[in-house]
Structures are given as C-alpha cells and as structure tokens.
C-alpha cells in the first residue's frame, strides 16, 4: 500500500496500531485474506481518512471481476 510506505509505517508498525499480527496485516495488504469492513475502518483512522476514499479503488475492482 503506497499510503502506508509514503507514511513510513512498516508492516509491524501497521499490526501494532491494529492489534493483529504482522502476518495477518501482510495478508490483507497483499490481497491473501479478504479485508473485512471493520479493519477498513480501522486502517483508514490511521490515515485519518474515509473508508471510501482509502479503498473505493479496491471495491470498484473488485466488482468488476464479479460481472
């Protein structure tokens, strides 16, 4: 997620804020477990940021390879 480098949150970093493992936050960044609504909220509280506006790229592709 270029947000979480261009923040310079490492992986750990990012499973602190969460209260997940680091291994479970990889998965979800690298698309190996699906992200649930209240860790979209969650990440996106720490970039201060509207689920929305941080993953409606990801939904709208998402949709799409379901059509």
Do not use: H, V
């Not at 990012?14 to 609504?37: D, P």
């Not at 209240?38 to 799409?64: G, V």
């Amino acid at each position: 997620m270029e947000l979480r480098k261009n923040a310079k949150y490492s992986y750990q970093q990012m499973a602190n804020n969460l209260g997940i493992s680091k291994t479970f936050y990889w998965q979800i960044e690298n698309g190996r477990r699906r992200l649930s609504y209240t860790m979209a909220i969650k990440i996106s509280k720490i970039f201060n940021m509207k689920p929305d506006e941080l993953f409606y790229e990801d939904l709208k592709n998402y949709e799409e390879k379901e059509d």
